[in-house]
């Protein structure tokens, strides 16, 4: 692959294909309920570097980073706010390591878990906590910062101008949205996908989506109403493996590797530009989505 950035790749016509979950596939290796994900950056470095190189061996063009929970405010939860930096940095250094220089490493970046509406925080020190996260995803290697499982706009917005401000990192922000009936899907802080894109887009996001909460149907008309509302910029969807049921006291994702790749060619024609997954996907997931978009190019 000759690796460009990815709106260029997008622009030339390229349907990109991104990887799968992580939590998941984090406890499979044994992290422990309690435990920080993202202290296994430093704690288990290979457990880590083997999920990149499962996405990657399956095909993804791009690769996230163990990073989701990294800023100040989640990780104090472990009383490891004082290891921001060392944090996300080893966290895109890993994934950088294995995913070279002819695939993406797109940083994960997660709601601080902090509402601005309650006045628990203020705009300034959520700025200053997605600041030093991606300063330090950047110094890592990342090609891009993936600001993902937003609700709230205001938090988002905040997030998108730590990066623009502070690196020189293309963004992307997605959205979670829940459905309310009929084909409308609104965010828990009531915000629809076409407000979602336009903030962004307004904001400086250099890619939009959505992740999380839905499989890939319901992904469909959400990148419809992103797709009517900005018609040029490229669209990330991260969906589940379907809408997770509890068998056995178990969460479970139902959608098999086959059963998405029937969606595929409907989420392309409704717009997104890049397919990958998210809760219950594996590389088996994302290994059909690519021979998909490879059937389709």
């Not at 399956?58 to 989640?74: C, P, Y």
């Not at 390591?97 to 695939?103: K, Q, R, S």
Request: a negative charge; charged letters at 20%.
């Amino acid at each position: 692959m000759n690796k460009t950035t990815i709106t260029s790749a997008v622009k030339f016509g390229r349907i990109l294909v991104s990887d799968g979950a992580w939590g998941t596939f984090l406890q499979q290796k044994g992290l422990q309920a309690g435990e920080c994900p993202e202290f296994w950056n430093l704690s288990h470095p290979d457990a880590v570097q083997e999920i990149v190189r499962s996405y990657i061996d399956a095909g993804a063009d791009m690769v996230e980073t163990n990073s989701f929970g990294g800023t100040a405010f989640k990780l104090d939860y472990f009383g490891l706010a004082g290891q921001v930096s060392e944090i996300n940095e080893a966290a895109a250094r890993l994934s950088r390591e294995v995913a070279g220089n002819d695939h993406w490493v797109i940083a994960s970046v997660g709601p601080t878990g902090k509402i601005l509406l309650m006045g628990d925080v203020t705009e300034e020190e959520l700025y200053d906590a997605f600041k030093m996260q991606v300063i330090a995803l950047e110094k890592g290697g990342t090609d891009a910062i993936c600001i993902e499982t937003m609700s709230d706009i205001d938090e988002a917005l905040l997030a998108i101008r730590a990066v623009k401000e502070n690196t020189g990192l293309e963004v992307i922000c997605t959205f979670t949205f829940d459905p309310i009936g009929g084909n409308e899907y609104r965010t828990m802080m009531g915000i629809s996908p076409a407000d979602a894109a336009l903030a962004c887009v307004g904001a400086g996001a250099d890619i939009i989506g959505t992740n999380c909460g839905n499989g890939l149907e319901n992904m469909i008309n959400i990148v419809t109403q992103m797709r009517e509302a900005v018609p040029a910029i490229p669209i990330l969807v991260h969906a589940n493996a379907g809408l997770p049921k509890i068998i056995n006291g178990i969460i479970t994702y139902p959608d098999t590797p086959e059963q998405m790749k029937e969606l595929i060619p409907q989420i392309v024609r409704a717009g997104a530009n890049i397919i990958g997954g998210c809760c219950g996907t594996t590389p088996a997931h994302i290994a059909v989505i690519k021979e998909t978009v490879n059937e389709l190019i």
